[in-house]
DNA sequence: GTAGCGATTCTTGTATGGTAGATGAGCGCC
DNA sequence: GGCGCTCATCTACCATACAAGAATCGCTAC
């Protein structure tokens, strides 16, 4: 397994995106056990920098820490995706309302020109890169680029449920309401591009519940009082 | 120093809280270099439980970790306060939308109590201790606790500034503004709720520049395209 | 066959030593 | 006197060793 560049940053760096990688694409599986002697062994170090990536890990919320008896890796909480999500929609919405306050033709400009590369994405990986790189564009233009990492820091617990239902995406249906959203910030109309992004970031919604049912076991029971939000 | 009762949380996890308080009151001065060894030495430790706070510490940019050089107290970044300040705005504001749409008679008793419970409250810090209960029972009404740690995690940088202008805090018009969200989410109007809100959270923000002005040493440089934003 | 107890073997937490790189002081050279 | 190099000293990083709690396997007693 290698770990990236051996010189440019620590080992427990790279260490955190090489496993960051792993549980994202499922290949630690959530629930499963893992210990700082055995991951040190894989990657052939010792058992320090994998410890200090696990701290980093388990403040992002993606292991947990039981001391003196393992360390494990989170399984996906409901009720923490539906927070992560009321995190993205709350900054994502508050993001276009002032980019409709402030934007002009050359934001508009590269909004476009990432939608126009978007539609020759032929390969679903570049695809999601282009649709995070338009996100990251809009809090750029609104000047908040430190409030997107965050949300970027919380979309992974979206993200693994995301690899979880790979291939009912509906790409056209993406672009299509990127091109509204771009339109409404364009015209200046916050209340309009509000909306927009609401509707653009409720689409993947139902699909959660059907998800749990199919892999129950990566997810946190959920008490019933829930059931009905999601 | 005294770092908490010893047995319950590993040591690393008490350091955490410890240096947190030493930064947000200002005993550790933004731009203070500090090092794994002094720390240790001055809590009669080993430098590995510095080492592993001194990495949380770094992710919730409270430090600047550079390695083979120092560590250094992270300078108050006026850009950060603005954007922790968007952040907070944002999701208190979406936190409102969702109260407003679903509170009932016993969520507003229990505000209504807090509000009761600031006008006896005598010494400033009861005072804003009661002021964040406030805010966190409004997320835990719309149901998203988790949400609002992630604000209180940002709010730090937020607070070493509101740490530099003590006294000038006007408590009576907090509780005024406090009376108006309460009675605007009993209402149901999100949008009269939203603004109130945006009222609330907008009052601080003339003190930012002045205090820069105060303590030019406590804070980042501010490059001259954002000042105009501050 | 089963329940209960104990040693073994896991785990993470802490301590310490050694290493590479960066910084700054002091000296020599221009 | 001022500039540049060398070396002592400091830093965080990593490796290794030890300690202590938790879990499990296996034995023993019933």
């Known amino acids: 397994m290698n770990v990236g560049e051996p010189g440019e940053e ?39 920098p994998v410890r200090e990536a696990f701290i980093r890990l388990a403040q992002q919320g993606l292991l947990l820490i039981r001391p003196k008896r393992a360390t494990v890796i989170k399984k996906i909480s409901p009720d923490g995706v539906r ?17 409709a306050l402030c934007a002009d033709g050359a934001a508009a400009d590269q909004l476009n020109a990432l939608i ?12 999601h890169e282009l ?26 617990q979206l993200d693994r449920v995301r690899y979880l239902t790979l ?31 609401r509707d653009h970031l409720a ?7 059907q998800t749990i049912a199919d892999y129950p076991d990566y997810f946190e029971p959920v008490d019933e009082a829930l059931e009905v939000a999601l």
């Open 131 to 156: 649709d995070e790189e338009f996100h990251r564009t809009l809090a750029r233009i609104a000047g908040v680029e430190y409030a997107w990492r965050l949300v970027e820091d919380h979309k992974i």
């Open 83 to 99: 927070q992560s999500r009321f995190i993205r929609e709350s900054i994502e919405v508050e993001i276009v309302r002032r980019v």
């Open 116 to 127: 126009a590369e978007q539609e020759q994405a032929s390969e679903i990986h570049r695809f």
């Open 203 to 209: 689409r993947a919604e139902h699909l959660l519940s």
């Open 10 to 48: 620590t080992m427990a760096v790279r260490l955190v995106a090489a496993l960051r990688d792993e549980i994202v694409t499922l290949r630690l599986r959530p629930g499963d056990a893992i210990s700082e002697s055995d991951i040190a062994a894989r990657y052939g170090i010792s058992r320090q």
């Open 167 to 197: 291939g009912v995406s509906s790409q056209q249906r993406a672009i299509a309401e990127h091109k509204i959203i771009v339109a409404a910030v364009s015209n200046g109309d916050a209340a309009e591009s509000e909306a927009a992004m």
